[in-house]
């Protein structure tokens, strides 16, 4: 195991990743030149995980892990995706749709039946500017 205390001075992880740099470029195997790391000698990494490592371009890192493969369909049924500028239509009778909230009605202060009636007129007329009612 390699002596790294030298970096245990270093207070910050961009200076603890420097330092362990700097170890690893002080490493050469015997005649100089780069370590002989390769994808197939990291142990711990899947295959999945060497793969990327060697993949010769961005495509090909997709490809390996699936990205941008879907066969996710853009439509209109219960198995496919909706299209991102969707808008929903207007509720109507038939049609479930958008409708906007309604106006506030206040609580009802109304001692007779023409009283309550009126209350009643008021929060159809808002119900039907809402579109919540036809």
Do not use: F
Not at 15 to 23: A, F, H, L, N, R
Not at 50 to 67: C, S, Y
Not at 74 to 103: C, E, F, H, M, S
């Amino acid at each position: 195991m390699p002596d790294l205390s030298h970096l245990k001075a270093r207070t910050t992880p961009v200076g603890k990743i420097i330092g362990v740099i700097e170890y690893l470029e002080t490493l050469e195997p015997e005649g100089g030149g780069p370590t002989g790391v390769t994808a197939a000698n990291i142990t711990d990494a899947t295959a999945v995980g060497r793969q990327v490592i060697t993949a010769a371009n961005p495509a090909a890192v997709r490809t390996t892990i699936g990205a941008g493969t879907s066969n996710l369909a853009i439509g209109t049924t219960n198995t496919t995706a909706k299209a991102g500028d969707y808008a929903p239509p207007n509720a109507a009778p038939a049609v479930r749709g958008l409708v906007l909230q309604a106006a506030a009605s206040p609580d009802t202060a109304a001692t007779d039946v023409a009283g309550v009636l009126a209350e009643l007129r008021d929060l159809k007329v808002k119900l039907k500017a809402a579109g919540i009612m036809a």
